[in-house]
């Protein structure tokens, strides 16, 4: 009996002390600072002149052309494959260009290749290859190589799944 009481004794001080860190570390409110009459959203109030960010102009009119296979990308470290990148790519396409897409994709997923095979051997998909300014970087010379091949049909290229297989 004695054995049991000590282990149930530590877990009810552990949920007690989990459930009393969660009550402490909750927040006050959960008011919408941007609502009316809050002082944290009337800048006039709090004394702040600060402007709202710019919101880009996303038109409401967009078509996606999900590309049909994964890119594989070999990741080459000391003259062995290290690693093997795969992703999946949509392409965010003006209304109506999805045919004229699917029509010249081999010719897109060259150039696809061609921009990942270069970020791969610049170490690219190595250490923290989904930051930020690695994903960022990769994006923006995907959409250069589509803006190449199929000019301003293509208006954005969308990551959808990135995985990195070690060996």
């Known amino acids: 009996m004695m054995k049991l009481l000590l282990p149930l004794l530590l877990t009810l001080i ?20 941007l609502a009316e009459g809050h002082p944290c959203g009337d800048p006039a109030e709090t004394g702040e002149n600060h402007s709202p960010a710019p919101v880009a102009a996303i038109s409401e009119e967009r078509e996606y052309a999900k590309l049909n296979n994964q890119f594989v990308i070999p990741v080459v470290e000391n003259g062995a494959v290290a690693a093997l990148v795969v992703m999946s790519l949509n392409l965010e396409v003006v209304p109506g260009s999805r045919a004229t897409v699917f029509a010249i994709e081999p010719k897109l997923r060259d150039g696809f290749l061609q921009v990942m095979f270069d970020h791969a051997n610049i170490g690219g998909f190595s250490g923290n ?3 930020g300014t690695n994903m960022r970087s990769l994006r923006n010379e995907l959409l250069r190589s589509a803006q190449e091949v199929a000019g301003d049909t293509v208006t954005d290229v969308l990551i959808i799944d990135i995985i990195r297989q070690d060996s």
């Open 14 to 33: 552990g949920v007690g002390g989990g459930v009393g860190a969660g009550l402490f570390l909750k927040p006050a409110h959960e008011e919408d600072p």
């Open 129 to 131: 290859f989904t930051s």
